[in-house]
């Protein structure tokens, strides 16, 4: 579903008449288009929306080549990563069709948004388009999300020529401008800068207020107020309606002093007291809106149909008095061009709310509550809820977000969501089990701990809800039923999930497709592969045509997941494909759950050897996934640490390793999670020929003699169960590489033995084909040739019509001299000439990349490398190395590689110890 959009957001502000000509800031802000970034900074009140509105009004629309504005007006909300995609996705977009923006769906289920694919794509079409644009970020003090910022820190590093960024703030973001005004791309217009001058004082206050204040006098106010526009203006206003007798208005002004707080204070003060009751009371009670408009004023202030009459006549309608405020210059500003949307000055907003508090509290709940009902019935459901909470009206606001909550989930609101609950008393939500049950979902989505979730559910149990509320029983067994699988009990889940079925009603669509699938997962389980895959199928069929991608796509993914499994890899990536074409929504955007097909494609790119195409779809993976939470990405890391070591780039390859670690430690959900991390840390041992690291694991847990516990004390029952029927097997896998690499290979025949009979009873060719390559080249050892071509012509046949490539060039060497016999036997002719080739490009590339010997030196360092090798050497992680020498991570990767060649090493540790062999530390 869609995020509502208020257009009113993106539109240019319209020129004020009478405006005080800058041509200084103009040429300065005109110049500022050759550098990346215009900062535009200063407290409230120094005109800095309304100097860019003039700017880009006077930016030439025919020019060679043409230059398009994206504008956006910021406020707290968009903060929410959705809020902030969407009204991004729509600003560039307005600026010109072509541009394919990232999807503001894409930020499903929680918290971070836009991934660095994503925007390197956009940055890429910008680039090539004839025109020039400027994105220009109003407000931008508002936004405190740091997914945001970082956003703005890539494009800021990866700026194309043709696009500008423009950011106007009371307070400097948290943005890279050390490193950009050092290098000249930084244009920055500040307080100084912004200060109305004499000259341009006098010009306010005499030609566009008419004041006719001598020149003293303007001196006088203008350095009372040290050129600051606000309150120049609402002094202006004051003398409007005092005294015309120059000694009165001088004597006002010479009186005219403070701090800006008790100045603005006094002022609005006499502002309002020089306005006509009616329209005070308009100005305060309609204060408490973000943004007005006719309808929603009258709305607010309960105004019938009828004007109400008073002494004097019938009060104007609330467009009527808006237009007036305009006209009048009295701190409103338009925002479109029709005149139907307007805005106070955000300061004057601020001090009307601190007025209407004094002088009549009671009054602001109803204002809020009436402004709730508006936007209800307009649908815009996020403002009706934000006033009910300002309201403190929390029973309207629990029934709006319970009304509105799977919608809202839907859209992947959840940072917005959990927000919202968080502001409700606590009383309030132990009487409604059912925002108590989408809490505890929107809180297993986001990430949080089992435990918290739990107690979510216990807090339900505890309150007033009536027990022979079935629906509801039902609701709680669907989530215990995804809980289990968290733990890998797949049977209690089935088994919960069963329960819910039968208590849920029929037109519960959502909830009954997760328990199908739960259902389906059950089957499998069981060996039930046919029942299970079909019901699998069916489900993501349904599910897509009720409109649930994310079951669809899951479904669908744990599909594809089954015919890798049975070697079927064509067959897979057609289904992977489809799962993504489910997951993109119709302006061709992906949305999070995209992240599942895009970890098997990436794995199928990894298996044909297409490693760099591989990389990119699981990076894109960890990035879509880490908007639903952290936990999310796990699987995305570890598919990503075998390509690295496919590229020969160990430092990416651990650091891919240890971000799934960190995550694991930091889940707290199972620790299942732990004893995948560790079994892929055996597997980076593996690759490395650390024969001592992938045995410290092998004792760890309990596959070597000593130590001897075939269990962790820690791990629950239910843990061990998971790991005896689905870990062990690739544990033993794991191991059986460790018995070749320690010479163990009659250990290892064994082990592989056993290991085949079991893979083969569950179908697993996919295990089959790496079973049979590691028993070949255990045979060789052994001086089995005839076994082993035998086992290396099951391999092949089976691995031909999926076409894998790298389960044997991870084999090693000692895979060439093995495809070359079969060669000589004519297995597989075609197919063993084109593994004999990629071996061959293996080798090729490690020519280019090491000198055949050691030598001293192969080329000297730069000096940039000396740096990164000198912080290696104390010990900084390449993000500590980046953050230090203000270069990207990535940027510290190709440094280390760089060095890795040149002192022919592997690894940091190599490089700083080779460094120190030749003095160069």
Not at 137 to 142: A, I, K, R, T
Not at 219 to 232: F, K, N, P, V
Not at 824 to 843: C, I, P, T
Request: with cysteine; proline share 5%; charged share 25%.
């Amino acid at each position: 579903m869609d995020t509502p959009i208020l257009s009113t957001k993106l539109h240019i502000p319209s020129p004020r008449r009478n405006l005080v000509p800058r041509p200084r800031l103009l040429e300065r802000l005109e110049q500022g288009l050759q550098r990346k970034l215009t900062l535009v900074s200063a407290p409230a009140g120094f005109g800095k929306t309304t100097l860019l509105g003039a700017w880009i009004q006077r930016l030439p629309a025919g020019g060679a080549p043409p230059v398009k504005v994206a504008w956006i007006s910021l406020d707290h909300g968009d903060n929410d990563p959705v809020r902030f995609a969407t009204y991004l996705s729509a600003a560039l977009k307005q600026t010109d069709e072509r541009i394919e923006t990232a999807d503001p769906q894409a930020v499903e289920w929680g918290g971070s948004f836009w991934q660095e694919s994503q925007l390197v794509n956009l940055i890429n079409q910008i680039a090539v388009l004839p025109l020039d644009f400027i994105l220009l970020l109003d407000d931008y003090h508002l936004i405190s999300s740091q997914t945001i910022h970082n956003v703005l820190s890539f494009l800021l590093d990866h700026l194309p020529q043709n696009l500008h960024l423009v950011i106007a703030t009371r307070a400097d973001p948290p943005l890279p401008l050390t490193r950009l005004r050092a290098r000249g791309q930084l244009t920055e217009l500040r307080q100084s800068d912004l200060r109305f001058s004499t000259k341009e004082a006098a010009a306010f206050l005499n030609s566009v207020m008419g004041l006719g204040l001598s020149a003293k006098d303007v001196a006088s106010l203008e350095s009372r107020t040290e050129g600051w526009i606000a309150g120049l203006q609402m002094a202006s206003l004051s003398l409007q309606g005092y005294s015309p007798h120059p000694s009165a208005r001088s004597a006002f002004i010479q009186a005219f002093r403070g701090s800006h707080r008790f100045i603005l204070d006094y002022l609005v003060e006499e502002v309002l007291e020089l306005q006509p009751a009616p329209l005070q009371a308009f100005l305060l009670q309609t204060s408490i809106l973000d943004r007005l408009s006719g309808p929603l004023c009258d709305a607010v202030l309960d105004r019938k149909t009828t004007a109400p009459e008073t002494p004097t006549g019938p009060v104007p309608d609330a467009q009527t008095i808006l237009e007036h405020l305009e006209a009048a210059n009295l701190f409103i500003v338009p925002l479109d061009h029709e005149r139907c949307w307007y805005r106070y000055h955000r300061l004057f907003s601020d001090l009307l709310q601190k007025r209407l508090a004094q002088a009549t509290p009671e009054l602001v709940p109803q204002l809020h509550r009436r402004a709730s009902a508006w936007h209800e019935q307009q649908g815009l459901v996020a403002t009706a809820i934000d006033h009910a909470l300002a309201a403190q009206d929390d029973e309207r606001a629990a029934n709006l977000i319970e009304k509105n909550v799977e919608a809202i989930l839907m859209r992947s609101e959840v940072v917005t969501f959990l927000h919202w609950v968080e502001r409700l008393p606590a009383a309030r939500m132990h009487n409604r089990p059912t925002l108590c049950f989408f809490h505890a979902w929107a809180l297993l989505m986001s990430g949080r701990s089992l435990d918290v979730v739990e107690r979510r559910l216990q807090d339900m149990d505890c309150g007033q809800r009536p027990m022979e509320n079935i629906e509801m029983d039902g609701r709680i067994a669907a989530l215990r039923a995804y809980i289990m699988l968290f733990y890998g009990d797949v049977e209690s889940a089935a088994k919960l999930g069963r329960q819910a079925l039968e208590q849920l009603p029929e037109s519960d669509h959502f909830l009954r497709s997760v328990l199908s699938w739960i259902q389906s997962l059950a089957r499998l389980a069981e060996g039930n592969y046919q029942n299970g895959k079909r019901a699998l199928h069916e489900i993501a069929t349904t599910s897509q045509e009720m409109g649930n991608p994310l079951i669809a796509v899951v479904a669908l993914c744990q599909y594809a997941k089954l015919q890798m499994r049975q070697g079927r890899l064509q067959q897979a990536r057609k289904t992977l494909e489809q799962a993504l074409q489910w997951a993109t929504d119709p302006q061709k955007e992906r949305l999070p759950i995209a992240s599942e097909a895009l970890i098997g494609l990436g794995e199928l790119e990894r298996e044909w050897n297409n490693l760099e195409r591989a990389a990119e779809y699981l990076v894109e993976s960890a990035e879509l996934a880490r908007q639903w939470s952290e936990l999310a990405a796990f699987d995305a890391y570890f598919p990503l640490m075998r390509v690295r070591l496919a590229q020969e780039d160990v430092e990416a390859a651990r650091e891919a390793l240890e971000t799934a670690q960190q995550i694991a430690l930091a889940s707290q959900i199972t620790q299942v999670d732990d004893l995948l991390a560790e079994l892929q840390q055996a597997h980076f041992f593996l690759a490395q020929g650390d024969i001592a690291g992938a045995t410290r694991w092998a004792e760890r847990r309990g596959l070597l003699p000593e130590p001897a516990p075939t269990t962790r004390p820690d791990l629950q029952e239910d843990h061990e169960t998971f790991i005896n029927e689905h870990l062990r097997k690739y544990e033993h896998l794991a191991l059986a590489r460790l018995f070749l690499l320690r010479g163990q290979t009659t250990q290892a025949l064994d082990l592989l033995e056993r290991l085949l009979d079991q893979v083969r009873q569950l179908g697993r060719i996919d295990l089959t084909i790496e079973i049979q390559i590691l028993k070949a080249l255990a045979c060789q050892a052994l001086g089995f040739e005839t076994q082993a071509l035998e086992a290396m012509a099951e391999a092949l046949s089976l691995a031909e019509p999926g076409g894998y490539i790298r389960v044997f060039l991870d084999a090693g060497e000692g895979m060439i001299g093995l495809l070359r016999q079969a060669a000589a036997r004519g297995l597989a002719s075609a197919y063993v000439a084109k593994l004999l080739a990629a071996f061959g490009q293996k080798e090729s590339a490690k020519a280019e990349q090491a000198p055949p010997s050691r030598q001293p030196l192969i080329e000297a360092l730069s000096e940039r490398e000396m740096d990164v090798l000198r912080l290696l050497a104390v010990g900084m992680s390449n993000p500590e190395i980046a953050e230090r020498l203000v270069i990207a991570v990535s940027t510290v990767r190709s440094h280390c590689k760089s060095i890795y060649g040149k002192l022919d090493v592997h690894s940091r540790w190599d490089a700083v110890q080779r460094a120190q062999e030749l003095t160069l530390l």
